[in-house]
């Protein structure tokens, strides 16, 4: 067997992969102009292998590591299969028009913003997934910002600042199980030490949508004849009625009784499924085909149009191809060491929490900016920088908290990581067509930004930093007393 110490790469060989992956994406971003990311990472993985093959890595060795990383992954390419056949068939159920339909008729142009924001932080909560919210309650929320003619990276901006908050303290969501878990500390413990960084990042937020909402936009300013074509249009195509909200209730409600993210949506899927039958007269086959290729539809009003001709399991082939690319090239780099061999070349040179905090949350962006998966950002600095925290005698809470807000509210923000490509699909942004002014959402995401630099705020001043507690330096030393028996044990059994 292949001895994988003596392959370790040095810090340069374990970067230079790094830096020729974002070279040919950069040539195919800006030289190009061509937003599409997927070749540019395929060649990364490529070169990761070859670079890798030189050092005396086999190719099962590299396939091994793209393969685990990939199979990791798969719960979240199901879930996205899943959101797209939500999106159709919510369509043809009549569930998302009624949302925009009686988002027009009681929101107020003025307060639309912050209140996108909290209704996407109240539904990630409760469902526990970041993407069910921005595909459905998200989707929606688009519509009604065109409908006032708010700029489309503004409510997209309100939209993910709300869907990703929610994902990050609901004890439902997958990413905010797995900080805790690799860090080795409680899950609630975890919510509650996030709370301080969390909620004032969201006020923040929530106090520049308002401003925004009662400066940049009024009733005044509002065309109310785009507003009414799109009402009109709405009742003339759909039958409208309360009853069409039970889907996302019931989702709601299932997530609540603390039922998995997948079947919860299906739950959504196949109650859909009922609603466009019989409340909107669709055949069983043409709903198939809205779960398949999305819903199509022609009302003459282009805003209504090009807002619900969408959905479907094939729209979200872009996202999860890029998905599946960008995983396979985090676990080659992972299973080859240059990820640990950067991380500890970085936990060797810190100095102080301010540094260790700083350097375990850049760590995590680094690697969604790299790696382009939110598991992988939080697994991998999660289990490299844990020791480090110990020794400083700090709690392992601000580790678990450093890398959920460089790993979930960060995601979203990256246009190739799996958050940001989904995020730019599901709403609608057309980046791939040329608007690239839609990714003004990144900075507009408020609080995604905010909570990280709030974070280090905290850790540059020692408010919110919690020292180790008497059982948590217990345990981490009961930990270290196994692991050096294991060695020892290792070395004498060769």
């Not at 798969?74 to 009624?98: C, D, E, H, K």
């Not at 709405?234 to 909200?245: D, K």
């Not at 996202?319 to 990820?339: D, H, K, N, S, W």
């Not at 599901?426 to 608007?435: F, M, R, T």
Request: charged share 10%; hydrophobic share 50%.
């Amino acid at each position: 067997m292949t001895n994988k110490k003596s392959l370790q790469p040095s810090f340069g060989m374990a970067i230079l992969p790094i830096v020729l992956t974002l070279a040919v994406l950069g040539i195919q971003l800006f030289y190009f102009d061509d937003f599409t990311p997927h070749v540019p990472l395929a060649i990364g993985l490529a070169i990761t292998a070859v670079l890798a093959w030189m050092r005396g890595y086999t190719w099962d060795d590299i396939e091994g590591g793209v393969m685990q990383v990939v199979r990791v992954g798969l719960p979240s390419i199901a879930i996205l299969m899943t959101v797209g056949m939500i999106v159709g068939v919510w369509i043809a159920s009549g569930t998302v028009p009624v949302m925009i339909y009686y988002g027009l008729k009681v929101l107020s142009p003025e307060y639309f913003l912050g209140a996108a924001m909290l209704l996407c932080s109240v539904v990630s909560v409760s469902l526990g997934t970041s993407w069910g919210t921005v595909g459905t309650v998200g989707l929606a929320l688009m519509g009604i910002g065109a409908g006032f003619d708010i700029p489309v990276y503004w409510t997209a901006g309100a939209v993910v600042s709300g869907a990703f908050f929610g994902d990050k303290i609901s004890p439902l969501s997958d990413t905010t199980n797995l900080a805790p878990a690799v860090t080795g500390v409680n899950l609630f413990d975890h919510i509650r030490n996030m709370m301080p960084t969390t909620v004032p990042a969201m006020l923040i937020a929530l106090a520049i949508y308002l401003f925004v909402g009662f400066n940049m936009i009024s009733t005044g300013s509002v065309d109310f004849s785009k507003i009414n074509a799109i009402t009109s249009g709405l009742e003339q195509n759909f039958e409208l009625s309360w009853m069409l909200l039970l889907p996302p209730l019931l989702v709601i409600v299932l997530a609540l009784k603390k039922m998995p993210a997948l079947p919860s949506l299906f739950a959504g899927v196949l109650i859909g499924t009922l609603m466009a039958m019989f409340v909107q007269g669709s055949s069983l086959h043409d709903v198939f085909g809205f779960m398949q290729s999305g819903y199509k539809i022609d009302t003459g009003v282009s805003e209504i149009d090009s807002l619900l001709n969408r959905g479907g399991i094939q729209s979200m082939t872009w996202v999860i191809t890029l998905v599946m690319i960008a995983l396979g090239f985090g676990g080659a780099l992972e299973r080859t060491g240059c990820l640990g061999a950067i991380i500890d070349a970085i936990v060797r040179r810190v100095n102080g929490f301010f540094g260790l905090q700083a350097a375990a949350m850049g760590s995590a962006v680094a690697t969604n900016l790299v790696a382009g998966d939110p598991y992988l950002s939080i697994a991998l600095p999660g289990r490299m920088f844990a020791p480090a925290y110990v020794k400083q005698g700090y709690s392992k809470l601000n580790l678990s908290r450093a890398i959920e807000e460089g790993g979930t509210l960060i995601s979203p923000l990256v246009p190739w990581n799996a958050g940001g490509a989904f995020v730019i699909t599901a709403l609608g942004l057309g980046i791939s067509d040329g608007n690239m002014e839609n990714l003004l959402y990144i900075p507009l995401a408020f609080a995604c930004w905010l909570s990280p630099v709030i974070g280090l705020f905290y850790a540059a001043t020692g408010l919110f930093s919690p020292k180790i507690s008497e059982e948590e330096a217990e345990a981490a030393k009961a930990e270290s007393e196994i692991m050096h028996t294991e060695t020892a044990t290792a070395g004498n059994t060769a």
